[in-house]
T-cell receptor
Framework: LAKTTQPISMDSYEGQEVNITCSHNNIATNDYITWYQQFPSQGPRFIIQ???TKVTNEVASLFIPADRKSSTLSLPRVSLSDTAVYYCLVGGYTGGFKTIFGAGTRLFVKA | DGGITQSPKYLFRKEGQNVTLSCEQN?????MYWYRQDPGQGLRLIYYSQIVNDFQKGDIAEGYSVSREKKESFPLTVTSAQKNPTAFYLC?????????????FGNGTRLTVT
């Protein structure tokens, strides 16, 4: 099972770029890496997903090195509304379905 | 709008009672999931279903039961055998098994058992 490790919390200021790294040393060949954002008393919301190298969408970028043992979520120019918990998820169907949510990183964006 | 609907948002029960949490999706997704979230912690998988009339235990299935009689519905019953039922319960769906397509979550049901 690919367990994940993320920083417990991070602080940033509005307008800065924020990078959150997730470690997943035991990632399996079929596993994808997915990041979610969660606000209090709401369900998580999908941000971005990737398998290798770099993926970019309108809200974030995901960097995955060749060995895939870690990944970095990059949020450009954060705002106060980006204050949330960010989860790194590693999962896939590898002969037995398991899913591992990281403990999450609490990002606090200050004015 | 397509999405996941969980009801009720808040639920209170007495210890020893079974309670069923509703989850409905209109996304035409095959796979559905139930997660439990405790304060300050991540999500843990309770049950998942790949297709109608089939479901599998997740990491913490003890004390819970599910059914999948219809594609759009995946109710979760928290039984009296669940030792610590008070938690935030999240239902999700995906077009295919997780890892191949993103999860879509509902906004949760907060269950309090006293």
């Amino acid at each position: 099972l690919a367990k994940t490790t993320q920083p417990i919390s991070m602080d940033s200021y509005e307008g800065q770029e924020v990078n959150i790294t997730c470690s997943h040393n035991n990632i399996a060949t079929n596993d994808y890496i997915t990041w979610y954002q969660q606000f209090p008393s709401q369900g998580p919301r999908f941000i971005i997903q990737g398998y290798k190298t770099k993926v970019t969408n309108e809200v974030a970028s995901l960097f995955i090195p060749a060995d895939r043992k870690s990944s970095t979520l990059s949020l450009p120019r954060v705002s106060l509304s980006d204050t949330a918990v960010y989860y790194c998820l590693v999962g896939g169907y590898t002969g037995g379905f398991k899913t591992i949510f990281g403990a999450g990183t609490r990002l606090f964006v200050k004015a | 709008d397509g999405g996941i609907t969980q009801s009720p948002k808040y639920l209170f029960r007495k210890e020893g009672q079974n309670v069923t949490l509703s989850c409905e999706q209109n996304l035409n997704h095959d796979a559905m999931y139930w997660y439990r979230q405790d304060p300050g912690q991540g999500l843990r998988l309770i049950y998942y279903s790949q297709i109608v009339n089939d479901f599998q235990k997740g990491d913490i299935a003890e004390g819970y039961s599910v059914s999948r009689e219809k594609k759009e519905s995946f109710p979760l019953t928290v039984t009296s055998a669940q030792k610590n039922p008070t938690a935030f319960y999240l239902c999700a769906s995906s077009a295919a098994l997780q890892g191949l397509s993103p999860l879509h979550f509902g906004n949760g049901t907060r269950l309090t058992v006293t």
